[in-house]
């Protein structure tokens, strides 16, 4: 009898051990994703840090080496471009490395079209790490989380300069 529970308790450890927690990952990892994307959480998701936004306004700059929201918002289509294209199994164009090049790209006159891009390249790092396999969502879970926490970071810096700048509504996030 003794051998029996043995045998029994070990077969439980080696089954719960082996159990797979891909798809608890994947669906924590999407919503933080989601929540810095566009849906609001326990903070404003980008789409609204930067909607109702001027091209004038997204340029604006102070005196100091502070970047616009312009430039944060070209930066994170950047870095979430060539994330995107890496889930997708291409090959990102290449990089000097100088991480400055990332928010100097920010043209006033596609600003329109930048916010778009970005919304669009969030769509679709979603989308791809929702239909990822359990091995690639596994894999990617680590650089799809660090994706959303350096959205979140970016997002503040854009509602602070809203803030600062008197270009935030504090019941709706947008002015």
């Given at each position: 009898?003794?051998?029996?529970?043995?045998?029994?308790?070990v077969g439980l450890v080696?089954?719960?051990?082996?159990?797979?927690?891909?798809?608890?990952?994947?669906?924590?990892?999407?919503?933080?994703?989601?929540?810095?994307h566009n849906k609001a959480?326990?903070?404003?998701?980008?789409?609204?840090?930067?909607?109702?936004?001027?091209?004038?306004?997204?340029?604006?700059?102070?005196?100091?080496?502070?970047?616009?929201?312009?430039?944060?918002?070209?930066?994170?289509?950047?870095?979430?471009?060539?994330?995107?294209?890496?889930?997708?199994?291409?090959?990102?164009?290449?990089?000097s490395g100088n991480n400055?090049?990332?928010?100097?790209?920010?043209?006033?006159?596609?600003?329109?079209?930048?916010?778009?891009?970005?919304?669009?390249?969030?769509?679709?790092?979603?989308?791809?790490?929702?239909?990822?396999?359990?091995?690639?969502?596994?894999?990617?879970?680590?650089?799809?989380?660090?994706?959303?926490?350096?959205?979140?970071?970016?997002?503040?810096?854009?509602?602070?300069?809203?803030?600062?700048?008197?270009?935030?509504?504090?019941?709706?996030?947008?002015?």
């Amino acid at each position: 009898m003794k051998k029996i529970v043995l045998v029994s308790l070990v077969g439980l450890v080696v089954a719960c051990a082996g159990r797979n927690d891909s798809p608890k990952v994947r669906s924590l990892v999407l919503d933080q994703l989601k929540y810095s994307h566009n849906k609001a959480n326990w903070y404003a998701p980008m789409n609204t840090a930067v909607a109702g936004l001027t091209a004038d306004q997204a340029n604006w700059k102070d005196s100091t080496a502070n970047h616009s929201i312009g430039q944060l918002v070209s930066h994170l289509i950047f870095w979430n471009e060539r994330n995107l294209i890496a889930f997708e199994g291409g090959k990102a164009p290449d990089f000097s490395g100088n991480n400055e090049e990332t928010f100097t790209r920010f043209d006033p006159a596609n600003w329109e079209k930048a916010v778009a891009r970005l919304d669009s390249v969030e769509s679709k790092l979603e989308d791809v790490f929702a239909k990822a396999t359990d091995e690639q969502a596994e894999k990617w879970a680590e650089t799809a989380a660090n994706i959303a926490s350096h959205n979140a970071y970016h997002t503040g810096q854009i509602i602070y300069i809203r803030k600062h700048k008197g270009w935030w509504d504090p019941e709706n996030g947008v002015k």
